[in-house]
């Protein structure tokens, strides 16, 4: 009865309809889940949770990225150039004869490099971003058909494996690594004065300058992040599939900003949270391995998959048009 | 009497929770000018664009010429002669003056061709009788704004128009180009047209219009004419309470001659030679044409405009390069001309937007959210800035607020030397009078101020000494008491015709 109570006092608090445009995408899930768990209950046990979040790892510490730099009304496509280039240039080092530790450090240095390059041409050099990240990506992805040659790197040291196929007291290490981005980005962008410059710079740049904010610095450590991650999501990838191959991570680049703006980030910038955010991966991951775990054929998949962008693009401008 | 030419019956128009029109009556009679006035969000604004058919009324009717259009589109209207120039000059930038005073309506030859000669020999006349002197081929994109808001108008007089709307003409015209736009407007309502003025300075609404109507929370009050209402009962009128003008309660007791202030021949663009320097509690009020160099040095000394020799001297400091973030620093504050462009951050609420000012008091790269919220409650609260609470997203409020919005995150800065560039522009009286009284009150703590704006009344109720701008220099210094307005523009005048 108190419960009750209470629940009708907090609905009222929020108008319903902010309530459910905010959230919208834990609805979503909500439903896809339950759903899914009709066709199949195996959807309601705790193993399917363990296996969604691994699934999920990459393509969250990717999203996480690229949504700093759609924060601020940029975008970074070069991120599924960098993942397979640096994961590549890492391994194939580590293959002859490079310490597996020094090895992760430089998959995440190469990653960074690329984010600053990406955020020094778009800030200093007045560069656009959907066309130097495009650019960018197309020069990592033919630097890693270079290097490979086509060739697919395996045979990793045990240790460098341990993330992607470990786990810590039952848990998956990469759970543990999913988790800690979301919530290192959850206090930047919530905690920080880098995360208020982040809603400045992408909701008025001008005005932020005005306000003493230092924008072209803040453009490019938006970008370094998301390389950062980029490359540190391309470590979890190879720790994960124990391989690099020609074309490696190169498919996630829809799904990551299909994720971001079911998420609720605004393409325009100054708009998003990280948990939407999470929320938006959680929905596309238990998509995919719904699709999967129903033996749904995998020619569908790339199809569902582009429906889902579809429709983050729709919720984006029904979204915009209703908040104003 | 004359006839009436528009008629609005009982009009209602709802937006969401608020009332934004409640059963409006008005009636505009044909050859006059008919003023709005009101604070933001009153509803002016909302019933012009329904006359114009931007939007639709809940309830009621539009009657124009005795016809019902309350349904008809913006074009169907427009092609009945009912136009709208709104504060943003919509024209087409890469077009020529001549192309966009035409826009959509071409004089055509016998072949169907336009017909370019007289495209150009039309807008040339056309563009003289209105006294801006540009020329009809140079593309609109090379025109100052000012003159961009002339061409819009200009174009909307051109198409046919019956009744034209003027929402805020006048925002960020000099009072010379104010006073040629009135004269146009005042001679084409003689001759048939009838206008619709929106416009937040009383004075001009005043002195031009021959019927004014005052909105207030939606509702409209009706019927004053001309040379019945004075400025201040009109204001009166629109608060809803009694308004009293600010005036400046006296220079703070100056402690020496010390300076805290000091510009030393700064040459850059639009700045030729310009020194000047402010003492601590002082009300500095610059006065110039666009181009003159007095926006220029308000924006150079809170580094968004470079320059190339001479320096600024801030409680003797020499600096020889600013970027806002480094004037801040070194305690100089700068409220912006357009606070949507360069003001706020809309999609923030009002706390985080305050907060810019603070953002350097946490420790670690980390936000003092309490430090903020402080700040924040403590402004809202000295400044009368109405919201339901510090977490309200800055676009939600009305103009007022915004402008003090702004005020407040300079004021979190702790500035010695606050620039006011046009603070007052757009924004209702009751909000203008609060912002002044607390810039005034803001020097009895030993803070300087430098005030830019084309509103001279305003002007000398509030600044100490005046200093004249023209061609880059600083040509005439008048201590303030005793001018008026005339005698400013007088000044003014002869300043510029002395250097030409």
Known sequence: MMLAKKLVVITRKFKSRDLIFNNVVWFLLVIVLVVMGLFDPIFFSKGILKNILVQGTVLGVLTAGISFTILIGEIDLSIVGTIGFAAGLGTLLMGKGLNWLIAILLIIVIGTVVGVINGLLISRMKAVSLIETLAMMLILEGALLAVTKGRSIVNFPDAFSFVGQKAIFGIPVMIIAFLLVYIIVYVIWNKTVLGRSLYAVGGNAVSAYTSGIRVDRVRIVAFTISGAFAGFAGFLLASYMGAVTMTFGQDYLMYTLAAAVIGGVSLTGGRGSIVGVLGGVLLLTVIQVGLQVLGISSYYVTMVGGLMILLAVIIDAVRIRVQG | ?500
């Open chain 2, 1 to 500: 009497m004359r006839e009436s030419i528009l008629d609005i019956v009982n009009v209602s128009k709802r937006f969401g929770p608020t009332l934004a029109l409640k059963k409006v009556n008005l009636s505009i009679k044909r050859g006059s000018v008919h003023a709005l006035v009101g604070k933001n969000g009153a509803g002016k604004t909302t019933l012009v664009s329904t006359i114009a058919g931007i939007i639709k009324q809940d309830t009621g009717d539009v009657l124009f010429e005795g016809q019902d259009i309350g349904q008809l589109s913006i074009f169907d209207r427009q092609r009945l002669g009912i136009r709208i120039a709104t504060q943003d000059a919509s024209v087409v930038p890469h077009l020529s003056v001549a192309e966009n005073v035409f826009l959509g309506a071409w004089p055509k030859n016998n072949y169907g061709f336009v017909n370019w000669n007289e495209v150009f020999r039309v807008a040339r006349r056309k563009l003289q009788e209105y006294g801006l002197n540009v020329d009809p081929r140079v593309e609109v994109k090379k025109l100052s704004t000012i003159e961009q808001r002339k061409v819009n108008i200009v174009r909307a007089l051109f198409g046919g128009a019956k009744v034209v709307i003027l929402d805020e003409p006048t925002t960020s015209l000099s009072a010379e180009e104010r006073d040629s736009l009135f004269g146009f407007v005042t001679k084409l309502s003689q001759q048939g047209t009838t206008f619709i003025l929106i416009s937040h300075y009383l004075e001009e609404v005043i002195k031009m219009s021959d019927e004014i109507s005052v909105f207030r929370d939606g509702e409209i009050f009706n019927g004053y004419l001309k040379g019945q209402i004075d400025e201040e009962k009109l204001a009166t009128l629109i608060a809803n309470e009694t308004v009293e003008f600010h005036r400046r309660t006296g220079k703070a007791a100056n402690t020496g001659e010390r300076t805290s202030v000091k510009c030393n021949n700064i040459c850059g663009p639009h700045m030729r030679d310009i020194s000047f320097s402010i003492l601590p509690g002082e009300i500095v009020g610059l006065v110039g044409f666009p181009g003159s160099g007095a926006r220029e040095i308000c924006r150079t000394l809170y580094g968004l405009l470079s320059f190339n020799s001479g320096n600024v001297e801030v409680n003797g400091k020499t600096l020889r390069k600013l970027t806002p973030t480094k004037a801040l620093r070194e305690g100089i504050g700068y409220i912006p001309y357009d606070r949507n462009a360069e003001g706020l951050v809309g999609l923030l609420s009002i706390k985080a937007n305050v907060g810019f000012s603070v953002l350097d008091e946490g420790k670690w790269g980390f936000v003092n959210s309490t430090f903020e919220t402080q700040v924040a409650e403590k402004y809202l609260k000295e400044l009368h800035i109405k919201a339901n609470s510090i977490e309200d997203e800055a676009n939600s409020l009305s103009g007022g607020n915004q402008q003090k919005v702004v005020l407040a995150k300079v004021l979190g800065g702790k500035p010695k030397l606050l620039i006011l560039d046009e603070p007052t522009v757009g924004i209702d009286i009751k909000s203008r009078e609060e912002i002044l009284s607390s810039v005034d009150a803001l020097t009895q703590s030993g803070v300087s101020i430098l005030y830019l704006t084309n509103d001279y009344g305003e002007l000398l109720r509030v600044a100490d000494r005046l200093l004249f701008f023209a061609n880059g220099l600083v040509v005439r210094e008048e201590i303030s008491i005793g001018l008026n307005i005339e005698d400013v523009i007088r000044m003014r005048d002869s300043v510029r015709s002395g250097i030409k």
